[in-house]
């Protein structure tokens, strides 16, 4: 397997021709793009991950293809394809980048059922895990961006993957997607830190506003396909001007906003049921209302 | 390898007509033959086929049709739940099971890793006033038509506007018969319930399998849906092995159905039977194949019109149909 980075010629003809079929394990994936624009946020945002030079079986075959018409020449409009079928509107061809995160998203969430699949971050500390599920719009990304530059490491801003028999969960770290004022808040941190995460391009005017990717920098990074036990799961809520206010939830509460923010729940059904109670047994939950990360980062150090 | 079957332009047929070729395909056949058994909702067929031999196959491969497998396994429980449900709204109506979920209770030969869209139950015409206001009364709902959908279903059609539960989202068909009331063949409905029977371990009848594969050669011709051809004419194909040709084209002939009947069968035969012919030999054929780019030409499109049209025909008369249709696009058109 080779690097991205190290091969962006290759990377930019596999995604024109054949596809690239990159390595994220547990999956195989085949992409192929008819604009630079992704071959361009690959070999820098996606710099350390792997390829295969060879034509792999792929668990998802994706394809970034532009609109026909007049428009091809006019605004040239992208849409995103999984064998051949097309979930979502089309987009202009500079936001390739996004479409691939969130078509990436929407194969996991629908397709992916190896584990039971919770729409949540996860980051980890002491080889412990925090899940943070929350609907989108919570602050979630913010606070999973954040607390990887604050000696959390990263295992993944949209999916907690729990293991069926083991309850534990997977590290499939990717770029986080940022929107609006995150932005702001991340960027000025990384500049002050001088940290070497990594911004995208920032795209205007998406479905959720104006959005970045970040990428986490490399020892903030979870190894891939590392498994960590839950101990803590958190339901955080955005409040401006409020300090921090934790409160603790029951098991029972846990497992239902566990349920209720799974992709596929029903689909794994009584063993999912099982795994979830094993998790909130031995876990804890909160649900957090906060205005300050500061105050939360200090609780969440004396929080069991 | 079989000389009827390109693998290279027919990976998945080549699969299921001959499951051993799996070892000798290269990556490039299996992304091919995965995408194509997905848009014909082959998956969970695909998988059911290896399952005993599974650790054989390419990494991914195992884990796709693991992926198939828990959604195959998620259907079946979820219409057998739905099935408890739906005997208490219609217990007293003697409600037939028909197609997947008669396939699920009889457990035929064709049921394993077999999705299907939605459940279909037959119940005598008489009742059917009753039954639906207490489907309403159970949680299924099947409003929100158009004052001119509602009487396609309801003055023409053999079933009433599709149900779904209002929690599962589970669709439920309601028919009253196998062939909508303005079609061109007709029969007595009644002679299916005579002779449908039940299945051990559930209360709905069951039709006898005569009566199954009938109604799946009559169903895919009326339907006029042929992309996933190949999986309804692979249940014609398993379930006619249950049953004596003879016995079965003299019940059809009963019927008035011995010559649609017939052409189905052999097109079936022709797919998975022992002499297997190429699947794009003949304009029947090729208005089977599976919706993905890989069969796609002007003869494969000229094909599934063709076979849109004909069951249109059969389902109105042109007298009935073209208003249907001219009133069908200019609703298309207007949404568009």
């Given amino acids: ?102 078509g990436l998203n929407y194969c996991i969430a629908a397709k992916y059922h190896a584990c039971l699949t919770i729409h949540a971050a996860v980051v980890a500390k002491n080889g412990e895990a925090l899940v943070i599920p929350a609907p989108p719009g919570s602050g ?84 891939n396909q590392q498994s960590y036990p839950i101990k803590r799961v958190l339901f955080p809520r955005y409040c401006q001007g409020l300090h921090c206010e934790v409160t603790p939830i029951s098991p029972a509460q846990c497992l239902m906003q566990l349920a209720d923010n799974s992709f596929n729940f029903a689909v794994l059904g009584q063993a999912a049921f099982i795994c979830l109670a094993e998790v909130v047994a031995s876990s804890h939950a909160y649900s957090v209302d906060y205005g300050n990360f500061n105050a939360l980062l200090a609780q969440l150090d004396t929080l069991p | 390898m079989s000389a009827v079957t390109d693998k290279y332009h027919d990976p998945l047929m080549c699969l299921l007509r001959t499951p051993d070729l799996a070892q000798g395909f290269t990556p490039e056949q299996w992304n091919l033959a995965l995408g194509q058994a997905e848009q014909a909702q082959l998956m969970g067929v695909l998988a059911s086929q290896y399952q005993s031999s599974l650790s054989r196959l390419p990494e991914i491969v195992q884990q796709r049709l693991a992926w198939a497998n828990s959604l195959v396994e998620h259907q079946q429980r979820s219409v057998k739940m739905a099935l408890l449900q739906l005997f208490d709204a219609l217990g007293m109506y003697s409600p037939m099971l028909l197609k997947g979920a008669a396939y699920q209770v009889a457990g035929t030969p064709n049921v394993a890793g077999r999705m299907m869209a939605d459940i279909d139950i037959l119940i005598p015409k008489q009742h059917l006033q009753k039954a639906e206001q207490s489907l309403w009364l159970h949680g299924w709902d099947n409003r929100g038509k158009t004052p001119y959908d509602e009487k396609y279903y309801r003055a023409w059609m053999h079933e009433l506007p599709p149900f779904v539960h209002q929690k599962t989202g589970i669709v439920l068909d309601l028919h009253h018969h196998w062939l909508p009331s303005s079609c061109r063949w007709q029969f007595d409905i009644n002679e299916v319930f005579k002779k449908a029977s039940f299945c051990a371990g559930s209360p709905f009848l069951i039709p006898d399998i005569k009566d199954l594969c009938i109604h799946s050669a009559i169903h895919l011709l009326t339907s006029g849906e042929g992309d996933k051809g190949w999986r309804d004419l692979r249940d014609l194909y398993l379930l006619s092995e249950l049953t004596q040709r003879e016995h079965l084209l003299a019940r059809a002939e009963q019927f008035g159905l011995f010559k649609p009947v017939t052409k ?45 049209c004909q069951a249109h025909l059969l389902r109105m008369p042109l007298p009935l149909l073209l208003p249907h249709l001219m009133r069908k696009a200019a609703a298309r058109y207007a949404k568009a």
């Fill in chain 1, 140 to 223: 979630k990304s913010t606070l999973c961006a954040l607390l990887c530059s604050h000696g959390w490491q990263l295992l993944s801003d949209e999916f907690a993957l729990i293991d069926l028999s083991s309850q534990q969960v997977q590290a499939l770290p990717r770029p986080i997607s940022l929107k609006n004022q995150s932005i702001d808040v991340l960027r000025e941190y990384v500049e002050k830190t001088q940290s070497h995460g990594r911004f995208s391009a920032e795209f205007l005017g998406t479905s959720k506003g104006r959005v970045a990717l970040y990428s986490v920098p490399s020892e903030q990074l979870a190894q």
């Fill in chain 2, 264 to 308: 189905v069968l052999l097109l079936a035969e022709q797919l998975f039977g022992q002499e297997p012919v190429s699947p794009t030999v003949s304009w029947s054929l090729k208005a089977m194949l599976p919706a993905h780019s890989s069969y796609q030409s002007w003869q494969t499109s000229g094909a599934k019109m063709r076979f849109y």
């Fill in chain 1, 1 to 102: 397997m080779l690097k991205l980075a190290a091969y962006p010629e290759q990377v930019r003809a596999a995604l024109k021709q054949q596809g690239l079929f990159l390595s994220l394990p547990p999956f195989v994936i085949q992409v192929r793009c008819s604009s630079n624009a992704l071959a361009d946020y690959f070999t820098r945002i996606y710099a350390n991950h792997e390829f295969f030079p060879q034509p792999q079986v792929a668990s998802f075959n994706i394809e970034l293809k532009h609109e026909r018409g007049l428009r091809r020449w006019l605004k040239p409009q992208i849409r995103f394809y999984q064998n051949e079928h097309a979930p979502f509107y089309s987009m202009p061809e500079s936001h390739a980048p996004i479409l691939w995160e969130w």
